[in-house]
């Protein structure tokens, strides 16, 4: 994968439209001055725990002798979860959200924007070529500030798309997934069978 196709996945993944309305409800009853300072704050929390992952991610597989194929694989099947997600959403999914009249951490930084669906795509990611690090360095900031930009100006995104457009939205966003989600699996299954055939 390059650079952009990367960081398009992991835009997908963290779903900053299909999010929109959660965050809203949990900011809603905190004064708009301070909903911006907490916004930042949660945002900033989670690229740095998504950069943790991104480096710390190689040594834990290579702890645990996984091979690039089956991360591959792996990797192809969790994406697959996560657009089947996008597209039938689970209503009751986020029912406890907003317990907390102001957000630390949880829910906005953790799972909302780096969950562990994102978090074990960066693993697989860091997996794929322990080389090309600046590149998904570059590729998990881009799509952290595209979701970033999304969420601070998510009253303007609401009315813009309304409802019904940012359901409709994610669930484009999910069969884009879902094809990115393939293609990686079956790169995984040929790779496996090519390292068979040699060796």
Known sequence: M????????????MDPLGNLPIFMSILKPIEP?????????????SLLIMFIFLFSGQAVLDFLNVKQQAVSIAG???????????????KTAHADDG????????????PMIAGPSLLAALILIANQDPLRMLDWSIAVFSAWAVSATILMFSGVFFKLLGERGLIA???LMGMILIMLAIQMFLD????????????
């Open 188 to 199: 995984g299954i040929g790779n496996y069978f090519a390292l068979g055939a040699t060796t």
């Open 99 to 110: 317990v907390h009249p102001e957000p630390f951490i949880v829910p906005l930084a953790i």
């Open 33 to 45: 001055k301070r909903r911006r300072i907490i916004l930042a704050r949660e945002l900033l929390i």
């Open 2 to 13: 390059d650079i952009w196709s990367t960081a398009v996945m992991l835009f997908l993944i």
């Open 76 to 90: 192809g099947i969790i994406l697959f979860l996560i657009a089947i997600r996008m597209i039938f959403p689970n």
């Open 169 to 171: 939205v994610e669930r």
